[in-house]
């Protein structure tokens, strides 16, 4: 079982910036992908980014340019650097691990993001 706990949302004005952390323990595989996907009222699940265990990335098109994703192994931490919000990005963000040798996936409770004037 991998437990994820997720941090740093909350209410920003558009232009703003927001970094959300996300902290993971329990049964951690060396070789994985963790990142962050999204969900608004109404609408599906997306991916915003991810990045495995080498370093290697994945955005979403609507994020590429604003956001990075990154992450600390020593500290099993994975990161998102959100910059020049918009209204669109108003969502609740979700961390995600996937261990690549079971395949298994897990969720983060979610933290709330609220891009406003």
């Known amino acids: 079982q991998v437990q994820l706990v997720e941090s740093g949302g909350g209410l920003v004005q558009p232009g703003g910036s927001l970094r959300l952390s996300c902290a993971a323990s329990g049964s951690i595989s060396r070789l994985n992908v963790m990142g962050w996907f999204r969900q608004a009222p109404g609408k599906e699940r997306e991916l915003v980014a991810t990045i495995t265990n080498n370093g290697g990335t994945n955005y979403a098109t609507s994020v590429e340019g604003r956001f990075t994703v990154s992450r600390d192994n020593a500290k099993n931490m994975v990161y998102l650097q959100m910059n020049s919000l918009v209204p669109e990005d108003t969502a609740v963000y979700l961390c995600?691990?996937?261990?690549?040798?079971?395949?298994?996936?897990?969720w983060g409770q979610g933290t709330q993001v609220t891009v406003s004037s």
């Open positions: 995600n691990f996937r261990s690549i040798p079971t395949m298994r996936t897990y």
